[in-house]
């Protein structure tokens, strides 16, 4: 089906207001992807793409006329300067994404996962997704009132990593899964009493990173085995969450690897 707006209508503010209210994004299932990595890597691993937009009047690439011909979805042409509410203006294509469920069942225990617990930055949330995909991670948990994996700037961080690892948003602790899993949990924090690297990271593991003020919740510290640190110099007091947890994984990798 094929589609042009070229006035604020209905579709249209449904659309822009994906771009702002999380509320909205969780009754309708849908978030806003563009770039050509993002978009390309949701369609290759098999995400529910609702609808495809691109620039009325303007040339299109090799990769963006391939989509446009090829995959079975909604086009729509949109003006110019409503495709710029939506998007960069650099943006080609911004496709409109169906969610994947928040089931634990996405996730296997068995190698290496992350917990993120109650991340108030959707920048943190895709920058550690990323690493979550690139230091081989199973899967990424993220728990309590957090800041949303759909968020656009969460997405953008990820850049194309959220569709390419499962991640899974839980409201409450999953201690019927955790008890399940076998997995040893280890948490991260600047008070711990062991060195990341001398933590076995080889087995099933479960990394908790806190959040970036307050830490992990009271739940998840009582849940881990061991609490490790990581040594840091200079003037820094701490080291952000996002890059806490790629180190940590890094650690993991590089164990893994040996």
């Known amino acids: 089906m094929r589609l042009t707006i070229s006035t ?25 992807v563009q770039g050509v990595r993002p978009v390309t890597l949701a369609i290759e691993n098999g995400w529910p793409i609702h609808a495809l937009i691109h620039r009325h009047g303007a040339a299109l690439s090799q990769w963006a006329l391939k989509l446009v011909n090829t995959l079975d979805t909604l086009h729509v042409t949109m003006a110019g300067e409503l495709l710029d509410e939506l998007a960069e203006k650099s943006a080609e294509i911004v496709a409109v ?23 108030s930055s959707p920048g943190n949330v895709g920058t550690l997704i990323r690493s979550a995909d690139a ?3 199973g899967g990424v948990i993220v728990t309590g009132h957090a800041a949303d994996i759909y968020d656009p700037k969460a997405v953008r961080a990820s850049t194309g990593s959220l569709f390419c690892v499962p991640v899974v948003r839980l409201e409450a602790y999953p ?6 899993s076998g997995a040893q949990v280890v948490g991260l924090d ?34 881990c085995h061991v609490m490790a640190y990581i040594p840091i110099g200079g003037g820094a007091s701490s080291l952000n969450a996002a890059a806490a947890g790629s180190v940590a994984l890094y650690e993991a990798s590089r164990q893994r690897r040996v």
């Open 97 to 119: 994404v169906g969610r994947k469920p928040d089931e634990l069942a996405r996730i296997d225990p068995s190698g290496l996962t992350v917990v993120f617990d109650r991340p």
């Open 175 to 180: 201690q019927e899964w955790l008890d399940r």
């Open 135 to 137: 230091f081989g991670a």
């Open 8 to 32: 604020r209508n209905a579709r249209f503010q449904q659309w822009e207001a994906l771009l702002t209210n999380r509320a909205k994004r969780h009754r309708s299932g849908e978030f806003l």
């Open 190 to 223: 600047e008070s711990g009493s062991v060195e990341l690297r001398d933590v076995d990271l080889t087995g099933p593991t479960i990394l908790v990173v806190g959040n970036e003020t307050n830490g992990m919740s009271a739940a998840w510290r009582e849940a």
